[in-house]
């Protein structure tokens, strides 16, 4: 079956430790985001990737880097720069360069919790 | 810039009753609107969405959505409500850059036996 895939679900991190979060697809989508939501607050976008070897920064990209060195890969660092990282994290997919008209589809999400 | 508002962060129905969950946006440019759920500790899962064409737009589980211009609104509603219907919505525009999708701060559904 096609589809995204997170790990770990559930993380426990020092202060002042990075952690990394996977996000794997096999749609064959090009573009690839994520997203960090907290209660009450929605989703925030944190990077996004249009094609392999490229991203860009979200609306909240400070304390966390990516990279995007396969198609199907986009992971996530959390720096210990990263001031309030406890959140849930979600990884998200499309088509590109199709715009708009095509839909996002999401990981299962990780809840990262800092000790 | 875009933005979108979901009116009321909690919302409860009795089962077999009415849903109606509300959401305003702004954008420049003629909007593309999207419903997502989610399930707790889970993803968001698409149930509709509106790019151009009928403005009344028909999703999954009896899900449905009006595109109103005029009210700038996009509200999600179900006829007949069902215990599993119980979850989190997040309405979303986007204003046809990239992909770069505005999410509402979404309402969580209960629904009462």
């Known amino acids: 079956d096609g589809g995204i895939t997170q790990s770990p679900k559930y993380l426990f991190r020092k202060e002042g430790q990075n952690v990394t979060l996977s996000c794997e697809q096999n749609?064959?989508?090009?573009?690839m985001y994520w997203y960090r939501q907290d209660p009450g607050q929605g989703l925030r976008l944190i990077y996004y990737s249009q094609i392999v070897n490229d991203f860009q920064k979200g609306d909240i990209a400070e304390g966390y880097s990516v990279s995007r060195e396969k198609k199907e890969s986009f992971p996530l660092t959390v720096t210990s720069a990263q001031k309030n990282p406890t959140a849930f994290y979600l990884c998200?997919?499309?088509?590109?360069?199709?715009?708009?008209?095509?839909?996002?589809?999401f990981g299962p999400g990780t809840r990262l919790t800092v000790l | 810039a875009q933005s979108v508002t979901q009116l009321g962060s909690h919302v409860s129905v009795s089962e077999g009753a009415l849903v109606l969950l509300r959401c305003n946006y702004s954008s420049s440019v003629p909007p593309y609107l999207f419903w997502y759920v989610q399930y707790p500790n889970q993803g968001l899962q698409l149930l509709l969405k509106y790019t151009t064409g009928a403005t009344l737009v028909k999703g999954i589980n009896g899900f449905e959505a009006e595109f109103k211009k005029s009210e700038t609104s996009f509200h999600l509603t179900k006829p007949s409500a069902h215990m599993s219907d119980a979850a989190e919505y997040f309405c979303a525009v986007s204003d046809g850059g990239y992909q770069k999708v505005t999410f509402g701060t979404g309402t969580k559904l209960q629904v009462i036996p």
């Open positions: 998200a997919s499309s088509t590109f360069p199709s715009g708009p008209l095509d839909t996002q589809y």
């Open positions: 749609l064959n989508h090009d573009a």
